[in-house]
């Protein structure tokens, strides 16, 4: 019996709009994607001193029994870890979604829709089929596209001051 509550704990369960959603664990080609992302985004953080960066699994509880989501990686401020608690309480400066096979609706309309409401001030949405990369920031409330590229260049962030990420390095295996 212990067994069985072990293995479902470790279920990637979000709460989206009230709802509970269980997903399967990403596949390699996600994973490669979003360790390529956290070393680089990481390794610029810890060098200027800027914050923490986080990855999945861990709960981000950005309203209690409305929406606990999983995001990929997050980042946040220095001066916001207050929010660093069992788990995340509060809303991270950056949030990244990696869309996987049957998640691009959820993530690139619905976590958008609620990174919006929260007022997460950026969001960035990978599509590794397309190899796109986008970057939106909040402005007046909504989330307008500060960066983009698509199989070749560079995004750049708002938020983590002085980022740039080189796609290709992110997309190679």
Known sequence: MEALTIERDL???EIINGEEVVSPSPFSKHQIISGNLFRQVDRHVGQKGLGRVLFSPLDVILEEG???LQPDILFIRKENTAIIQDW???VPD???EIVSQG???WDTDVKKEIYEKYGVPEYWIII??????????IEEGKYKLHSYAEAEGMVTS???EGLQINIKDIFED
């Open 11 to 13: 279920d990637l369960t």
């Open 66 to 68: 409305l929406n606990r």
């Open 88 to 90: 995340i309480r509060g």
């Open 94 to 96: 950056m949030i990244c």
């Open 103 to 105: 998640s691009f609706r």
């Open 128 to 137: 590794p089929e397309l190899k796109i990369f986008e970057v939106f920031t």
């Open 158 to 160: 708002k938020v983590i």
